[in-house]
């Protein structure tokens, strides 16, 4: 896992985290987040093949993670945005995505 982001489940909420500017390669999940606050992420170039933003809450089927992951303004690994073909991907709805980058952190 690239960057972890965890309040164990439903513990003391994470407040103000803001992840920008990383490259993330190599990983399952480039930046996975269990906190019931917002967590914003932007600038990033996330090429891990993956999941790019997994909400770690989703994928245990947790209920008591209730934040927001604000993931606009990311590359995904390739021009057409989350699960695109060849781009990462995001594991729960609550991930906003939308605008993204489409070119790599840098090269814009």
């Known amino acids: 896992m690239g960057i972890n982001i965890n309040s164990g489940d439903g513990g003391s909420p994470v407040r103000g985290t803001v992840i920008s500017q990383n490259v993330i390669s190599d990983e399952d999940i480039d930046i996975a987040v269990n906190t019931p606050s917002e967590v914003d992420i932007h600038l990033n170039s996330l090429l891990g093949g993956g999941i790019g933003v997994g909400d770690v809450c989703a994928l245990d089927g947790s209920s008591v993670c209730t934040g927001t992951v604000d993931a606009t303004e990311n590359y995904w690994g390739c021009p057409a945005g989350p699960?695109?073909?060849?781009?990462?991907?995001?594991?729960?709805?609550?991930?906003?995505w939308t605008p993204w980058l489409q070119k790599p952190v840098g090269n814009h």
Not at 87 to 92: G, L, N
Request: charged content about 5%.
């Open 83 to 96: 699960g695109g073909h060849g781009c990462t991907t995001i594991s729960a709805p609550r991930i906003l």
